[in-house]
């Protein structure tokens, strides 16, 4: 039976220092991965590698990128590769949705910011990563969602369109990259991050009575999605979206 196990594979995760990124981080160097912890603060990159150093006595290399910025995923990329000579298995978790009054009120910047970190930097950082590892003979690319995606929000309409694109791009790439590439998603419902920790009692209390498990899902919940995902227990299986979301109704 294929195990999950990720002894001597490299894996990148993006928004990597902290919440679900940080917890998949741990994740897979326990399992044997050396990993690049990108992040838009390097501060947090740091502190996290001398942790899996420290814990898992693997290699850890952080790096500064905020995956809107093209050049910025390029040189990721490069600094990965220049490191490890190789990339396993990517995760695009890096994401952000900006709060608005009203729908008219949403500015082109705005618009742009949550498009270009949920969807344009996920399609530079798996395409460049992709094709090579493609050439190098496999790997897997793990895109983190949200059930915004499928039940958009009215306060979250850019971000619902940005991660209903990134859906798409799922299932484009597994058949770009397929059979040696594998491309799948992880469709998040509520998590206790840090961007839970200033949503208001009521909103929580109405997300709660959403969920048939009756609560919001904790940071380390999402890691046996991942590791199914970035090892060889998925092996026939891509171009799929798991819901990780509590039963969401």
């Known amino acids: 039976m294929p195990g999950q196990s990720l002894a001597d594979k490299v894996a990148l995760v993006t928004g990597g220092s902290r919440g679900l990124g940080r917890e998949m981080v741990l994740a897979f160097a326990a399992a044997g991965a050396d990993v690049v912890i990108a992040s838009r603060k390097l501060d947090g990159c740091v502190e996290l590698a001398d942790e899996v150093k420290n814990t898992h006595g693997r290699r850890a ?29 990517l995760v695009n978790n890096a994401g952000m949705s900006l709060l608005y009054p009203s729908l008219d009120q949403v500015s082109e910047d705005m618009f742009d910011k949550v498009i270009a970190v949920n969807l344009k930097g996920p399609f530079r950082l798996s395409t460049l990563i992709g094709t090579r590892m493609a050439a190098a003979g496999g790997g897997s690319i793990i895109n983190i969602s949200s059930i915004e995606a499928e ?32 491309v799948n998603t992880i469709q998040c419902g509520p998590f206790e991050t840090d ?13 709660t009575r959403h969920m048939a498990l009756g609560r919001i899902g904790r940071p380390d919940e999402i890691v046996g999605a991942a590791l199914y995902f970035a090892t060889d227990a998925s092996a026939y299986c891509t171009g799929a979206t798991l819901a990780l979301d509590g039963g969401w109704l």
Request: hydrophobic share 45%; aromatic share 8%; proline share 8%.
């Open 61 to 89: 290399l952080p790096v500064a990128c905020n995956v809107s910025d093209w050049a910025q995923c390029d040189a990721l990329v490069e600094a990965a590769y220049a490191e490890f000579g190789k990339v396993d298995v």
């Open 151 to 182: 039940r958009p929000e009215p306060l979250a309409v850019p971000y619902a369109a940005a991660k209903a694109g990134l859906a798409n791009l799922t299932g484009g790439l597994a058949q770009s990259f397929a059979p040696r590439v594998r």
């Open 195 to 207: 961007i839970s920790k200033a949503w208001p009692d009521e909103l929580r209390t109405e997300l």
